[in-house]
């Protein structure tokens, strides 16, 4: 099996069973106590290696993958719906796709909130000032709410690179350059 075919499987099973779990919860009217309660388990998972040990191993058991998940939900307090979803995926061996799961479900609670993420590439740390321009001007460009992801990359030299949904703006120096460069070799 390749690598593509493994992660599309696992975000098929992921959609499924976030997607059961999203209907669950928003049913009651629960959808605010999903979205801190996935980004403590996403903190959970990115923090811990014996987590990400447990959902990647096979040497452990399915028993052994329950208790553990029971544990794990009984520490963090998680909801009953969510608690529940994380032990029939340890039941049917399925937490190898817990990373798709949690973002599938951000993606679901972005969406019934009216909020989209934007990812922002910039050569240099943005100023709060800055960060609060780039998410009006995305706001009103998008009709929803934006939040930003942003990280640096010294190497665009200056600028950024912004993704919005399907949407690339790409202002760095870095790529201007490129585009430089591949014009010259045209005329040359």
């Known amino acids: 099996m390749t690598v593509a075919n493994s992660a599309s ?17 928003k049913e009651s009217g629960e959808v605010d106590q999903l979205a801190t309660q996935i980004n403590d388990l996403n903190e959970a998972l990115t923090t811990s290696d014996a987590l990400r040990d447990l959902i990647n191993s096979p040497i452990y058991t399915r028993q052994q993958q329950q208790d553990a998940i029971r544990a794990l939900a009984t520490r963090m307090e998680l909801a009953a719906p ?17 990373p798709q799961l949690i973002a599938r479900l951000q993606a679901l609670i972005a969406d019934e909130r009216g909020e989209v993420t934007a990812d ?9 000032d800055q960060k609060q321009r780039l998410t ?16 640096v990359d010294e190497s665009l030299i200056g600028g950024m690179i912004v993704r919005l949904g399907s949407q690339m703006i790409d202002s760095s120096i870095k790529s201007k350059l490129a585009s430089l460069q591949n014009a010259m070799k045209e005329v040359g």
């Open 136 to 151: 009006a001007t995305l706001a009103e460009k998008s009709g929803k709410t934006v939040k930003l992801n942003t990280r």
């Open 82 to 98: 969510l608690a529940n979803t994380l032990v029939l995926m340890a039941q049917n061996r399925r937490l190898f796709a817990l």
């Open 120 to 128: 922002v590439v910039s050569a240099v740390p943005l100023s709060d």
């Open 9 to 25: 499987i696992s975000a098929s099973i992921a959609g499924r069973y976030a997607q059961a779990l999203f209907d669950i919860v």
